[in-house]
């Protein structure tokens, strides 16, 4: 069974950095590509960015980059979403996510992890 | 901001039929599949239908996707109240090298 288990809930003050986890199994890590997506609270999804563990090839959205960084771990099968100093506005549950297709045809997204709440608060 | 833009609200009574509609562009869905989500109050999203009109095993039949230009439709039949849940789709959006979300719909049965 293909799971993405995410960890768990952070809460931070302004400034601190933070990493959050994304470990996979039932699949081959290296294969797929992985999501990251925003939801802040009442809010709607937000596509942040993907990795491809096979190379570490990363693009981000727009709206995402120089903000965090998406990396892979193909020693722990697990992708990670990071940021260096974080700001009350990154208050958010965060979601990873596979690609669906095997054959990298088309994009879709499934399965998703249960999703990670960071709360960033003075 | 989001590039496809859902209606905020739908709604129907049990049994009844309640389409959603998304709107996007040639960059995105003119071009590119179109995908729709399903996230139940305080769970991760679920992929509803993919390619346009394709349902993953164990999503009934009641829902249904199409696509025509550069627009969208999510179709639930039958609805039931466990379909209260907020619905978004999505594609590739080959003008900002990435994936779009929609704006979300949330349906409630009444």
């Known amino acids: 069974e293909v799971q993405l288990v995410q960890s768990g809930a952070e809460v931070k003050k302004p400034g601190e950095s933070l990493k959050i986890s994304c470990q996979i199994s039932g699949y081959r890590f290296t294969s797929y590509w992985i999501a990251w997506v925003r939801q802040m609270p009442g809010k709607g999804l937000e596509w942040m960015g993907i990795i491809y563990p096979g190379d570490s090839d990363t693009r981000y959205s727009p709206s995402f980059e120089g903000q965090v960084t998406i990396s892979a771990d193909k020693s722990t099968n697990t992708a990670y979403l990071q940021w260096s100093s974080l700001k009350t506005s990154d208050t958010a549950t965060y979601f990873c996510?596979?690609?669906?297709?095997?054959?990298?045809?088309?994009?879709?997204?499934?399965?998703w992890g249960q999703g990670t709440l960071v709360t960033v608060s003075s | 901001q989001s590039v496809l833009t859902q209606p905020p609200s739908a709604s129907g009574t049990p049994g009844q039929r309640v389409s959603i509609s998304c709107a996007g562009s040639s960059s995105n869905i003119g071009t590119n599949v179109v995908n729709w989500y399903q996230q139940l109050p305080g769970t991760a999203p679920k992929l509803l239908i993919y390619i346009n009109d394709q349902r993953p095993s164990g999503v009934p039949d009641r829902f249904s996707g199409s696509k025509s230009g550069t627009s969208a439709s999510l179709d639930i039949s039958g609805l039931q109240s466990d379909d209260e849940a907020d619905y978004y789709c999505a594609a590739w959006d080959d003008s900002l090298n990435g994936y779009v979300f929609g704006t979300g719909t949330k349906v409630s049965v009444l």
């Open positions: 996510a596979r690609r669906g297709d095997s054959n990298n045809w088309y994009w879709w997204f499934d399965p």
